[in-house]
C-alpha cells in the first residue's frame, strides 16, 4: 500500500520561500510508472496543479508558477521535495502531493495535505 | 492551458435521485479526462479515469461519458455518503487543470 505524507511549516512570511517535502511509503517511488506531484488548494477553492518531478529528475511546472517552483527529488529517502519563492498570501492554501500514473494523468494516490498560511 | 468549465457549481438532491454534472473543456482532449470526489477536509479520491472507466473499488452507481470537449459524470441512485465536491480534471496537455468543482448536497 502507497501512503504520501507532507510535512513543513504550516507558516511563512511573505517575500519568503515556501519548503514542503513529501515522503513516500511503499516500493513504488522508484519503479519508474509514475510521477510525482504537487497540488494545491486555496481555501473553499477549487485544485490547481503545480508540477511533476520523475525519479530521473526531469521536471514539469505549471507555467502560473514557473518562476517561482522547483521540485526535486531525494530517491535515497523516497522524498521529494516542493520550493515556492516569493510568497504572498495568495498562496495560502491546502498542499498536497500526489502520485501521477504515467501516460495516464490519473492522480491515484494522495497525501492528507498539509496547510500553508502566509502571513506576517 | 485547457479551461475546464463545469455546472452546476453547486446542486441538492434527494437520497435516490439521479444527478448529472456536466464539464466541457475549452478545447478537444479526446477522452483524457478523470473525475475526482473531495469529501470535507480530505484529499481528492479517483472516481473515473479516461472519461467512462470506473476505478476498481469504487460503486456501479458513478458513471461517466463523454468525448472532445463535453463530458458527463452522472449518480445514479445519491446516497448519504456521496455528498462531497466533484472536480474534473483534463490530461490531454499540460499543465493539468481541474472543473472548479460542483458541490453536491443531500436536500
Known amino acids: 500500500q502507497v501512503q504520501l505524507q507532507e510535512s513543513g511549516p504550516g507558516l511563512v512570511k511573505p517575500s519568503q520561500t515556501l519548503s514542503l517535502t513529501c515522503t513516500v511509503s511503499g516500493d513504488s517511488f522508484s519503479s519508474g510508472s509514475y510521477y510525482w506531484s504537487w497540488i494545491r488548494q486555496p481555501a473553499g477553492k477549487g485544485l490547481e496543479w503545480i508540477g511533476r518531478?520523475?525519479?530521473?529528475?526531469?521536471?514539469n511546472y505549471n507555467p502560473s508558477l514557473k518562476s517561482r517552483v522547483t521540485i526535486s527529488v531525494d530517491t535515497s529517502r523516497n522524498q521529494f521535495s516542493l520550493k515556492l519563492s516569493s510568497v504572498t498570501a495568495a498562496d495560502t492554501a491546502i498542499y498536497y502531493c500526489?502520485?501521477?500514473?504515467?501516460?495516464?494523468?490519473?492522480?491515484?494516490?494522495w497525501g492528507q495535505g498539509t496547510l500553508v498560511t502566509v502571513s506576517s | 492551458d485547457i479551461q475546464m468549465t463545469q455546472s452546476p457549481s453547486s446542486l441538492s438532491a434527494s437520497v435516490g435521485d439521479r444527478v448529472t454534472i456536466t464539464c466541457q473543456a475549452s478545447?478537444?482532449?479526446?477522452?483524457?479526462l478523470n473525475w475526482y470526489q473531495q469529501k470535507p477536509g480530505k484529499a481528492p479520491k479517483l472516481l473515473i479515469h479516461?472519461?467512462?472507466n470506473l476505478e476498481t473499488g469504487v460503486p456501479s452507481r458513478f458513471s461517466g461519458s463523454g468525448s472532445g470537449t463535453d463530458f458527463t459524470f452522472t449518480i445514479s441512485s445519491l446516497q448519504p455518503e456521496d455528498i462531497a465536491t466533484y472536480y474534473c480534471q483534463q490530461y490531454n496537455n499540460l499543465p493539468w487543470t481541474f472543473g472548479q468543482g460542483t458541490k453536491v448536497e443531500i436536500k
Open positions: 478545447q478537444d482532449i479526446t477522452n483524457y
Open positions: 518531478i520523475y525519479t530521473s529528475g526531469s521536471t
Open positions: 479516461d472519461a467512462s
Open positions: 500526489a502520485r501521477e500514473v504515467r501516460v495516464t494523468g490519473i492522480h491515484d494516490y
